[in-house]
């Protein structure tokens, strides 16, 4: 008789894929991630917002939750047990450089660096930026259309941040992931500009605009956005805010299962720091690369099926055919 | 086990037959993707040229799970001496194509163990899958470059293997 299923080992996989999205901070709702709806989906396309960030290694959980027992009786023993805290952490290594990494590896604002006007004074952050130019009707994610002394301004090959401008506004800003919280009013009419995510690489320039290599992660430019050429990123150690990210790490085994890890809320949990490893290892003194360490605090969400507090979800869709 | 060498063994050649429909071999009175397994076919004196030939070594296994895991030790020896038309002076590009054709062919490193003694092959309930390919240093014979690339293909025993 032929088998029709199989007994599965542990799974076996070569590596994990990050995927992120933003929290909505001002409405503090995290991105959720639906096994049932979304187990299959296809790692090179993942379901928005959930935005890929490529194959990570040394990828850590650490479940940090303390229970403790109740005690009774004489001589006490445990009754029951209690949770008394309730933490995990998560570490990774990201293994490239982007605007969204080096944004997660950092405990603070992560900034773009505008390109500077002539003569500025200068700046740890850039200094005072080229004035910004306004997009024309038109405008959608990958074209941004430009009078044409506007698009002059840029090379193929630029990059540019597209956001609105700072008008002395206080909370939340940034679009479509908040780049930082303002308490108080800054006087830089470009800020929101150097904290915005709104970042793309410019692939054609022409006397009607900008042709993007990738969509602007949020879209076409909004009512009042900007555009400025960016040169490149800066962030740094300190400050009050702390990013915070909807992550899902998938495992996807040998025999097509996948384990899913879904922390609907991490918030970095150290500053910028980098791993140095050498290319060969048996020259340890020659081309090595620099990744970007990621370190991260679990927050919890309740969840509304049962109301538990609950930092993390793992979820395992088994092969096919295998026993459960 | 021999499923699982039929399995990647015809996932190697199908998927050179993509990648490169020029590398043929004419085998047997036929034309086939220039891939082959040297087990499979008459001794050789001399391996051919510009084909990979895949040589099937070591066998390890790991009885202690639910289904025994085998891990084969597949080498892919492939030689070329350039072509005619350049005098051989292309030999060394001629090797690079075939190491990256190696790579292309190896991903996605898994593929659905099938059965091949039936007609048409029955698929069964495994896959299998594998590392990236270990490259060997090129050795060279006259105006001839070879090179060995090294993959351990595993896969899970099933009912009636």
């Known amino acids: 008789m032929t088998a029709t299923w199989f007994q599965a080992p542990a799974p076996v996989a070569r590596r994990v894929r990050a995927f992120f999205a933003p929290v909505n901070r001002s409405a503090q709702t995290p991105v959720l991630f639906d096994p049932a709806q979304q187990g299959r989906f296809s790692l090179d396309a993942p379901p928005a917002p959930w935005i890929s960030l490529g194959w990570i290694q040394n990828f850590v959980r650490k479940p940090l939750s303390k229970s403790a027992p109740m005690l009774a009786g004489i001589p006490a023993s445990p009754l029951e047990q209690v949770r008394e805290t309730l933490e995990a952490q998560v570490s990774l290594e990201f293994l490239s450089w982007t605007k969204l990494t080096m944004a997660l590896a950092t405990g603070s604002q992560h900034m773009n660096i505008l390109a500077a006007a002539i003569g500025a004074t200068a700046s740890a952050n850039g200094a005072q930026a080229v004035p910004a130019v306004t997009p024309q009707s038109g405008s959608n994610a990958t074209q941004i259309m430009l009078a044409a002394t506007d698009a002059q301004e840029f090379q193929v090959g630029s990059i540019v941040a597209v956001d609105v401008d700072n008008t002395g506004q206080t909370g939340y800003v940034g679009s479509p992931v908040v780049g930082a919280y303002i308490r108080q009013a800054i006087a830089d009419v470009d800020y929101i500009r150097r904290v915005t995510f709104n970042v793309a690489l410019v692939s054609a320039v022409s006397n009607s605009g900008l042709t993007l290599a990738e969509p602007l992660p949020g879209g076409a430019p909004v009512a009042g956005a900007k555009v400025q050429a960016v040169e490149g990123f800066v962030d740094r150690e300190g400050g009050s805010f702390y990013h915070e990210w909807s992550a899902l790490f998938v495992l996807e085994g040998s025999q097509g299962e996948r384990v899913f890890f879904h922390y609907p809320r991490l918030q970095a949990a150290v500053g910028a720091e980098e791993t140095v490893t050498p290319l060969s290892s048996k020259q340890q003194s020659g081309q090595s690369r620099v990744l970007l360490n990621g370190r991260f605090i679990a927050l919890p969400v309740t969840d509304p099926l049962d109301n538990e507090r609950v930092v993390c979800y793992r979820s395992f869709l088994p092969a096919a055919n295998a026993l459960v | ?161």
Request: with cysteine; net charge negative; hydrophobic share 40%.
């Open chain 2, 1 to 161: 086990m021999q499923n699982a060498k039929d399995s990647f063994y015809m996932a190697l050649r199908t998927r050179l037959a993509t990648i490169n429909p020029e590398r043929t071999i004419l085998l047997r009175g036929a034309v086939r993707p220039g891939i082959l397994v040297e087990e499979t076919e008459a001794p050789m004196n001399q391996l051919p040229s510009d084909v990979f030939v895949l040589r099937w070594l070591g066998l390890g296994t790991d009885s202690d799970l639910p289904a025994t895991m085998a891990r084969e030790q597949c080498e892919i020896i492939y030689q070329t001496c350039g072509t005619q038309s350049f005098g051989g002076l292309d030999r060394g590009r001629s090797l690079s194509e075939m190491d990256e054709e190696i790579l292309a062919m190896t991903v996605p490193h898994h593929t659905q163990k099938l059965d091949f003694t039936a007609t048409p092959p029955a698929a069964m309930l495994t896959q299998v899958f594998w590392d990236e390919p270990a490259f060997a240093s090129i050795v060279i014979q006259r105006d001839q470059l070879s090179r060995t690339a090294t993959v351990l293909v595993y896969s899970y025993q099933e009912q009636g293997e």
